[in-house]
């Protein structure tokens, strides 16, 4: 499981399922000045894990959702059961949740309120209606992700690329991060074997061949990252992606085509990244 993968939105899920949990352990409803055999009674009702069918439909169902709508986006490849993937079911079951939600704010005690003689003191309690604004704020969150960009921003930012070493330091991690040495480059030119510090090579050694070519105009290659995975298509417009960008991981961004960048992975491929949307420069 990849947490840098998940959103902001995945976020507002996550902390709108915890504060559902919460609301599970207050009051279903309260009771005031309602008469029932000739008798008033003014309580508060217990937990709403005292409700078989508010804990199935509403509490069950939208933590449920809520784990399912974060692992499809956190898990490298999304499960299925009976043909059909979790994440759009997930979402459909905090729908579910917060509609349940809302029947019960109407109708909290689930029709004993209705009892002849009965008055009109019945009203929802703290839990059931902490319980609605969760699972009203579950629904929209996993509803409104895939739409909205702010949305869309990596709950987990990436690394920021390491700081350049003095001349002479030794370099920090591994290709993939701005400053380190590319593969098949070698780094502040060491002596070879049996030549002493300082002398020169009796043979000019080869430069490395580059990694990409210095594009015309005044782009400057960068390094960046991206928010959420995002597909990296063929340069020749191929509709199929060659490769995916996975957050947390710095790419080499080598040319602009037009609202587009051509970005280079770590084993060298090249590709066209469409979406530039919240990527975050080096």
């Given at each position: 499981?990849?947490?840098?993968?998940?959103?902001?939105?995945?976020?507002?899920?996550?902390?709108?399922?915890?504060?559902?949990?919460?609301?599970?352990?207050?009051?279903?409803?309260?009771?005031?000045?309602?008469?029932?055999?000739?008798?008033?009674?003014?309580?508060?009702?217990?937990?709403t894990w005292a409700s078989g069918s508010f804990v199935l439909s509403v509490v069950l169902a939208?933590?449920?959702?809520?784990?399912?709508?974060?692992?499809?986006?956190?898990?490298?490849?999304?499960?299925?059961v009976a043909g059909l993937d979790l994440g759009p079911f997930g979402v459909a079951l905090t729908v579910f949740a917060a509609w349940s939600a809302l029947g019960n704010v109407f109708d909290p005690t689930g029709g004993v309120n209705n009892v002849k003689n009965a008055g009109s003191g019945v009203g929802p309690g703290i839990g059931l209606i902490l319980a609605l604004i969760?699972?009203?704020?579950?629904?929209?969150?996993?509803?409104?992700?895939?739409l909205v960009p702010a949305l869309q921003v990596a709950l987990v930012p990436a690394p920021k690329p390491a700081t350049p070493q003095p001349?002479?330091?030794?370099?920090?991690?591994?290709?993939?991060?701005?400053?380190?040495?590319?593969?098949?480059?070698?780094?502040?030119?060491?002596?070879?074997?049996?030549?002493?510090?300082?002398?020169?090579?009796?043979?000019?050694?080869?430069?490395?061949?580059?990694?990409?070519?210095?594009?015309?105009?005044?782009?400057?290659?960068?390094?960046?990252a991206v928010p959420v995975p995002r597909p990296l298509f063929s340069e020749d417009g191929s509709p199929a992606p060659i490769a995916e960008l996975a957050p947390g991981t710095w790419y080499l961004a080598v040319e602009q085509r037009g609202q587009h960048?051509?970005?280079?992975?770590?084993?060298g491929r090249r590709g066209v990244l469409q979406d530039m949307s919240g990527i975050q420069r080096g």
């Open positions: 499981m990849n947490i840098r993968s998940l959103t902001r939105g995945d976020g507002v899920v996550i902390g709108a399922a915890v504060l559902l949990f919460i609301a599970s352990f207050l009051a279903i409803f309260s009771i005031d000045d309602v008469t029932i055999g000739g008798q008033t009674i003014s309580t508060e009702s217990p937990s939208g933590i449920i959702g809520a784990g399912l709508v974060v692992a499809s986006r956190a898990l490298p490849q999304v499960p299925k969760a699972t009203l704020v579950m629904a929209a969150a996993a509803i409104a992700t895939p001349y002479g330091g030794q370099p920090q991690g591994g290709y993939g991060y701005p400053g380190a040495p590319q593969p098949g480059q070698p780094y502040g030119g060491q002596p070879q074997q049996g030549q002493s510090f300082g002398a020169q090579p009796s043979q000019p050694q080869q430069a490395p061949a580059p990694q990409a070519q210095q594009p015309a105009g005044d782009f400057s290659p960068f390094w960046f960048l051509v970005a280079q992975t770590q084993d």
